[in-house]
Each structure stands twice: as C-alpha cells, then as structure tokens.
C-alpha cells in the first residue's frame, strides 16, 4: 500500500481536544435550553396557578350569587303571595261596596207629575196580560252658564220679545244716572248629558221595606212574609216567590197572579 509521506502525522491529541471541544458546546447549549424550559414551566406554573385563583373566585362569586338571587326569590315570593291576600281582600272589600252601593247609592229622585193618557195595551203571550206599567222618560243635563265681566244675563218670559231686542242688538240705558250703549246678543246654552230612564212598574211584584231584624234563619224569614201577604184580608194572594236580604232589610215578593 503506497503511504503519503509528505503529509504530517495524524496527532492523537488533537483529535481528542476537538471532542471534547464539541462536547462542552453540546453540554452549553443543553444547559441554555434547560434553563430557558425551566423559565419557561415557571412562567406556566404562575399561569396555572392565577388561572386557578381566577376559578376558585368565580366559583365563589357564583356561589354567592345563586344564594343571592335565591333569597331575593323568596323574599319575592313572599311578597307575591302578600299581595295576592290583599288583592283577595281588596276584590271582597269591593265587592261589599257594590253591594251596598246598589241599595243605599241608587240615586233618588222625585219625577214631575204629568198626566198619562194609556191608548191601547199591546198583546201578551200567556193566560195573563202584561200588567207591567212601563214609561220612558227624558233626561238632560245643560252646562252651567259662566258669566263674563261686564256682561249680565237676562231671562224673559216672552220669546218674542227676546228676539226683538237681540235683533235690534244696541240699545241705551240708563244706570244710576249713566247713559251707557249695551250690545244685546243670544245666548246659546249648551246640552249637557242626555240620556233615557225606562222605568217599569211591575204588576206581580212589590217591594217590602224595613222589615224588623228577627235572630231566625233566612228560610223563616221568607216563610212568615208569605204567610202574611197570601192572606186575602191584607189584599194579597198566591206567592210564587219571595227574595230576602237581611242586611238591607227588604224582600221582593212576586205573586202568581197580576193585581
């Protein structure tokens, strides 16, 4: 085998010194990034760490909360239920002021007398005429008229003449000595409410009123207000049937038979 001789001899320790060389680079670059991973598990274990805080106070946060809306629920409720006894309470309270405003509210007054002339009476289905008296009577209201200053309000009780001073509209007069012009135009009064009352009278019913305050039942009650109007001698008759209130101590009392 031919051999180089020109070349110098391969050195052993060089050879070794380059190893080694390489392997404390190697060693440096491993322990560079170890330190930056262990740098770097830190920073993560921080994260972790505050990330797990952050739950734990949420948690609570949350916990609070539902205990929070839990006992306004209740309290909620309680108050719900409260208003709904004073609601029941408030509809009975209501409900005894309509009663007692449809007996002693109705409104009472006296109508004009007026003569009434019947015609004819219409026919009616059944063994017994209609003997129910019924009438219609108009209502209106007018608006109070509001005087203004330096004006006066004069009524007259001919209509003619009315219209004759309101067409010659300016005259003068005398006041106190005071020749003064005075303009004279109509008046116009205005319609307040209009409205219909149908009243009928019936022909088998009555109203019986102040009826004394006895301590027996309701059904006793009824029974003693037949016995006494379905006697002939005090101009009854046959009861068909008899509605009593005690508390406004009167009874309707309606008969089988008109008269």
Same mark, same amino acid.
């Given at each position: 085998?031919?051999?180089?001789?020109?070349?110098?001899? @391969?050195?052993?320790?060089?050879?070794?010194? +380059?190893?080694?060389?390489?392997?404390?680079?190697?060693?440096? $670059?491993? #322990? =560079?990034? *170890?330190?930056?991973?262990?740098?770097?598990?830190?920073?993560?274990?921080?994260?972790?760490?505050?990330?797990?805080?952050?739950?734990?106070?949420?948690? &609570?946060?949350?916990?609070?909360?539902?205990?929070? @809306?839990?006992?306004?629920?209740?309290?909620?409720? #309680?108050?719900?239920?409260?208003?709904?006894? +004073?609601?029941?309470?408030?509809?009975?309270?209501?409900? +005894?002021?309509?009663?007692?405003?449809? #007996?002693?509210?109705?409104?009472? &007054?006296?109508?004009?007398?007026?003569?009434?002339?019947?015609?004819?009476?219409?026919?009616?289905?059944?063994?017994?005429?209609?003997?129910?008296?019924?009438?219609?009577?108009?209502? %209106?209201?007018?608006?109070?008229?509001?005087?203004?200053?330096?004006?006066? =309000?004069?009524?007259?009780? $001919?209509?003619?003449?009315?219209?004759?001073?309101?067409?010659?509209? &300016?005259?003068?007069?005398?006041?106190?000595?005071?020749?003064?012009?005075?303009?004279? /135009?109509?008046?116009?009064?205005?319609?307040?409410?209009?409205?219909?009352?149908?009243?009928?009278?019936?022909?088998?019913?009555?109203? /019986?009123?102040?009826?004394?305050?006895?301590?027996?039942?309701?059904?006793?009650?009824?029974?003693?207000?037949?016995?006494?109007?379905? *006697?002939? +001698?005090?101009?009854?008759?046959?009861?068909?049937?008899?509605?009593?209130?005690?508390?406004?101590?009167?009874?309707?009392?309606?008969? %089988?038979?008109?008269?």
């Amino acid at each position: 085998v031919p051999m180089d001789l020109s070349s110098p001899p @391969y050195s052993l320790k060089d050879n070794g010194f +380059e190893r080694l060389e390489q392997a404390e680079k190697t060693k440096a $670059d491993l #322990q =560079l990034s *170890k330190a930056i991973a262990d740098e770097e598990y830190v920073k993560i274990l921080r994260e972790v760490t505050e990330l797990n805080g952050a739950q734990e106070e949420l948690n &609570k946060e949350s916990a609070m909360s539902n205990a929070a @809306y839990e006992a306004e629920l209740c309290v909620l409720n #309680q108050e719900n239920a409260e208003l709904k006894r +004073e609601i029941e309470k408030l509809k009975e309270e209501l409900s +005894e002021c309509c009663s007692a405003l449809s #007996q002693d509210g109705k409104i009472k &007054k006296k109508v004009a007398e007026m003569k009434v002339v019947f015609t004819n009476m219409e026919d009616t289905e059944g063994d017994f005429p209609d003997m129910n008296t019924r009438c219609v009577f108009s209502v %209106t209201t007018r608006i109070p008229f509001k005087l203004n200053q330096n004006h006066a =309000l004069l009524t007259l009780e $001919d209509e003619e003449v009315a219209q004759r001073l309101t067409k010659m509209g &300016k005259h003068t007069v005398n006041l106190d000595g005071t020749t003064a012009d005075v303009k004279v /135009v109509p008046l116009t009064v205005g319609m307040g409410v209009k409205f219909e009352l149908h009243v009928t009278i019936s022909g088998k019913k009555i109203s /019986v009123s102040e009826i004394p305050e006895l301590p027996i039942p309701d059904e006793w009650m009824r029974d003693k207000l037949e016995l006494n109007f379905y *006697k002939s +001698e005090h101009g009854g008759g046959e009861v068909e049937n008899i509605k009593y209130d005690r508390r406004s101590r009167t009874a309707v009392i309606t008969f %089988t038979r008109p008269g």
